[in-house]
């Protein structure tokens, strides 16, 4: 029994990074009970969006896990994954030196390490700035928001093993700007990483607002975090005093766990961010779906999309769980995004396509699709873009 686990781990493992020693996660928790109405007294911007009522709900099965309502999901079967694992000819070729990483995926330091009086200063507009893998720190209409931080070295439970990150974070919690709101996708280890909870929590405790998925808030505050929200897809909340900006749950075709025993407890998804002058969506880790039509229909178009890109090789392996980059433009055009940002790549190892194809094979799908390929860009690591600024 013991091998069959150890297999089993490793497998996993090997698909995402996933094996913990410690159960975390609950059911149990007290969660905010929103309506699944847009049209709430506290969201002033009711009137520009409405929640249909034929949209996707999520779903649970028998035992009480998460389930996929999308006929686009397949979980891969174990022959899948042990081919995957054993036979798959791994393509990243990462280089190990150093001066060639550095010429080809340069890290860079943020602007709001020597401009701190800038961070916030965007008007109308809304700057974007790329902090590797999915953490994403978006300023607009006067809140800054931080997506999926992940500031650790390995995205894993144990900081001895597991996948490691070929390009470190391009500044540390310590170093960031005031952050109001940290939104997170679900929990496996390269988008939930309890370092940096921590570290967040210790930095700014209660004044940081922490928005999670339905089924996370126990672990939250085993963390120490108070400030947080779980919520179910379609449901809304707001930074406490700031009920001009929605923060909405909204679906994504994924699954989620973190040790061998909680497969699918907590739920997944996508952010969608609504201010009174710019729209943000979050899409977190995801396969294509029809979950984007419906957010676009309910919540476009969006001034700043950031999408998966990368981790995507093999097809058969990954298809129902990571975009590749033809169906990462599917996303941008479901949702009606202005500008999309590529992130999930250039980090971490988790796949199997060179390290340095997403952002080419993206420019010819948003060519081969008809769009602007200006519209759909890819940062350096650190690097930061402003949009609409008036
Ligand atoms: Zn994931």
Known sequence: NTEVINLYSFLIARMHPHICKKKHTSLQGERRNMSHSSDGPSCPLSKSFRVDQDVTRSRRDNRGCFVNPWSTWKFPSNLTLLRFCLLDKDN??????K???D?????LEPYFIQDPQEVGQTAMGLRVTW???ASVLVEMDDLVVLTDPVFSQRASPVQFAGPKRFRGPPCSVDQLPRVDAVLISHSHYDHLDVNSVMALNMRFGKKLRWFVPLGLLDWMRSCGCENAVELDWWEKDCVPGRNDV????TPSQHWCGRTLLDKNRVLWGSWTVLGPHNRFFFAGDTGYCTAFQEIGRCFGPFDLAAVPIGAYLPRYALKSQHVDPEEAVRIHI??????????????????????LDPPVKLKEAMQQLGQD???FFVLKHGESRLLNPS
């Open 103 to 107: 010429r080809e995926l340069p890290v």
């Open 246 to 249: 929605a923060f909405f749950f």
């Open 131 to 133: 902090l590797g893998h």
């Open 99 to 101: 001066e060639v990483l």
């Open 334 to 355: 479901d949702i009606q995004a202005k500008h999309s940002l590529g992130i999930h790549w250039g980090t971490f190892t988790l796949a199997c396509e060179y390290y």
């Open 92 to 97: 990243s070729n990462i280089p190990t030196c």
């Open 373 to 375: 390929e200006d519209k």
